[in-house]
T-cell receptor, first 112, second 117 residues
Framework: GNSVTQMEGPVTLSEEAFLTINCTYT??????LFWYVQYPGEGLQLLLK?????DKGSNKGFEATYRKETTSFHLEKGSVQVSDSAVYFCALPPGGSEKLVFGKGTKLTVNP | GAVVSQHPSWVICKSGTSVKIECRSLDFQATTMFWYRQFPKQSLMLMATSNEGSKATYEQGVEKDKFLINHASLTLSTLTVTSAHPEDSSFYIC?????????????FGPGTRLLVL
C-alpha cells in the first residue's frame, strides 16, 4: 500500500531561519498529499495539501510541491517564527480508502 | 473550515472502569469518522473506521471488544474504552472527512487525553 517516509527530528531553529522538512512517498498512482500540524496539547490541523502532481500547496507561509519525479512533498518555510513550534506530519491515503497514513512526525522548535 | 469536537478533553479513571469519548462534527455530516491513538512522541495509529449505521472497521491488532465504537448519527461517533487499564492511557483523536471520496481532507478533533490509574 501507499506509504510516507518523513524526516525525523527534532529540528531546532532560530527565529527567521529557513525550514525544510523532508517527506517522500511510495504510492500507486498520484494520491493527494497532505501536511498536518499539531500544536502542543492539541489535535491535528490541516496545514496544506496538493491533489495532483506538480501542484503546490501553501498556507501560513508554508509551501510544499508535489514532485512525482522525486516522489517528494517537502515542507518549506522561508522564515520561521516561534509560533511555528509544533509537530508536523506528512500524510496520504493508503490506497482506495478515505483513511490516512501518517509519517512519524517531525518536532520543530523555534527559539527567539 | 469544518469543525470537529471531542468530549471530554481529558479524563482520569480507575483501572477496570469504562470510559466513553464523543466525537462530533459540528457543521457538517460525516458518514465516516476515524479514531486514532497517539502515544507520547509518536505518530498517529489508526484504530478503526467508524461507519454511520453499520459496524466499525477495526485495524489489525486493535481489540474490537476493548474499544467499542458506535456511530449512531451523521454527526456523532463514540469510542468506549471498556475495562480500562493503565496501558490504555493515551491521547485519542478522532477525525472526519467532509466528503466521501479518497483523498478528502480530514478534520481532526482536539483530542482526548486518557489517564488510567
Amino acid at each position: 500500500g501507499n506509504s510516507v517516509t518523513q524526516m525525523e527530528g527534532p529540528v531546532t531553529l532560530s527565529e527567521e531561519a529557513f525550514l525544510t522538512i523532508n517527506c517522500t512517498y511510495t504510492a500507486t498512482g498520484y494520491p493527494s498529499l497532505f501536511w498536518y500540524v499539531q500544536y502542543p496539547g492539541e489535535g491535528l490541523q490541516l496545514l496544506l495539501k496538493a491533489t495532483k502532481a506538480d501542484d503546490k500547496g501553501s498556507n501560513k507561509g508554508f509551501e510544499a510541491t508535489y514532485r512525482k519525479e522525486t516522489t517528494s512533498f517537502h515542507l518549506e518555510k522561508g522564515s520561521v517564527q516561534v509560533s511555528d513550534s509544533a509537530v508536523y506530519f506528512c500524510a496520504l491515503p493508503p490506497g482506495g480508502s478515505e483513511k490516512l497514513v501518517f509519517g512519524k512526525g517531525t518536532k520543530l522548535t523555534v527559539n527567539p | 473550515g469544518a469543525v470537529v469536537s471531542q468530549h471530554p478533553s481529558w479524563v482520569i479513571c480507575k483501572s477496570g472502569t469504562s470510559v466513553k469519548i464523543e466525537c462530533r462534527s459540528l457543521d457538517f455530516q460525516a458518514t465516516t469518522m476515524f479514531w486514532y491513538r497517539q502515544f507520547p512522541k509518536q505518530s498517529l495509529m489508526l484504530m478503526a473506521t467508524s461507519n454511520e449505521g453499520s459496524k466499525a472497521t477495526y485495524e489489525q491488532g486493535v481489540e474490537k471488544d476493548k474499544f467499542l465504537i458506535n456511530h449512531a448519527s451523521l454527526t456523532l461517533s463514540t469510542l468506549t474504552v471498556t475495562s480500562a487499564h493503565p496501558e490504555d492511557s493515551s491521547f485519542y483523536i478522532c477525525s472526519a472527512p467532509t466528503g466521501s471520496g479518497v483523498g478528502e481532507t480530514q478534520y481532526f478533533g482536539p483530542g482526548t487525553r486518557l489517564l488510567v490509574l
